[in-house]
């Protein structure tokens, strides 16, 4: 890795910023320029489908996994979310028996239950000690022991990372209830989905104002946002590169990078990959390298024909 790049692990979930747009107003999510933060954009999946994290700094509920809620829906508010691994919109919400309305992203990468919203709104009882630890040095002992407003005990246990997780994948297959934290639909506080506001400090943004056509449409803008500022320098240093070296072709530029072609090329395979993905082919490098198609082969029966004719013509 490079210098101030890290492989962390706390899910520190939300820092907000809220711009207005007209009459609608949109909740911003930004984690970028912070280090130790697992994206909810990345495409990664290093967690369990079935593991449900119990976050001492996340301030809302999000549920990737679809077979956890019912009645998924989409609400008033929308959330976007912005990390180092791109930017998403959640448009979604669930209930999640037990624990109430969450955020539903099916693209995300883990479960994450705020600790704070599970004792304040959903009206769980959280226990956690060092005290035994200390004596037997045991990381098993930094757990989570939980009890629901239903009375179900559930523990979320630290894993090799320090992330307090829950598999609840024995509560999931045939013969399986399918209900982790209970089976009623806890009141936490967001009036049924419709004050999803309420999970983080932000506006209302209207739904319907980021559901359109554009959406659709790939923009190098919009592929920009999906990789980090670091990644853009980086795909920027390329292209640079790539007009001042006579525009090669990606394809040889790839090739020199992994065979020194260069020497001190500070430019990898991965940033012409990023380049080519966030800005497209080089459109210098395109013009004038089209292949030539041979043209139709020439009838010259059909013009000596048409000779004649006109010959005949003219005598007339």
């Not at 939300?14 to 007209?22: A, K, L, M, P």
């Not at 489908?49 to 077979?67: A, M, P, R, Y």
């Not at 001190?264 to 395979?269: E, G």
Request: aromatic fraction near 8%; glycine fraction near 6%.
């Amino acid at each position: 890795m490079e210098e101030n790049e890290h492989d962390g692990q706390a899910y520190v979930q939300f820092t907000n910023e809220t711009i207005h747009n007209g009459n609608s107003s949109e909740i911003i999510v930004d984690l970028r320029e912070k280090n130790h933060v697992f994206n909810q954009t990345g495409s990664h999946k290093s967690m369990n489908l079935f593991d449900i994290l119990c976050d001492n700094q996340s301030t809302c509920d999000v549920i990737v996994n679809g077979s956890m809620v019912i009645n998924i829906r989409t609400p008033k508010v929308i959330l976007r979310l912005r990390t180092q691994a791109g930017e998403c919109r959640i448009t979604q919400i669930a209930d999640l028996p037990g624990v109430g309305t969450v955020w539903y992203y099916p693209e995300g990468v883990a479960n994450i239950l705020s600790q704070h919203r599970m004792v304040v709104n959903s009206g769980w009882d959280i226990e956690y000690s060092t005290k035994e630890y200390r004596k037997s040095r045991k990381v098993s002992t930094l757990k989570y022991d939980c009890v629901t407003s239903e009375g179900v005990h559930c523990t979320f246990s630290p894993n090799k990372d320090g992330l307090h997780v829950l598999d609840c994948s024995e509560y999931f297959g045939i013969g399986k209830s399918g209900y982790i934290f209970g089976k009623k639909i806890t009141n936490n506080n967001v009036n049924g989905g419709k004050d999803m506001c309420r999970s983080i400090h932000g506006e209302i943004e209207n739904a319907e104002a980021f559901v359109s056509v554009d959406d659709a449409i790939d923009t190098v803008t919009k592929s920009k946002n999906n990789f980090s500022k670091r990644d853009q320098s980086k795909a920027s240093r390329v292209r640079r590169f790539q007009h001042v070296a006579a525009h090669p072709s990606d394809e040889t530029l790839i090739y020199s990078a992994m065979t020194n072609g260069i020497k001190n090329n500070p430019i990898t395979k991965r940033d012409i990959a990023m380049a080519l993905e966030m800005l497209g082919k080089s459109r210098y490098s395109v013009q004038g390298k089209t292949v030539r198609h041979q043209p139709d082969a020439v009838d010259t029966e059909a013009i000596y024909q048409r000779y004649i004719i006109n010959r005949c013509n003219a005598r007339e």
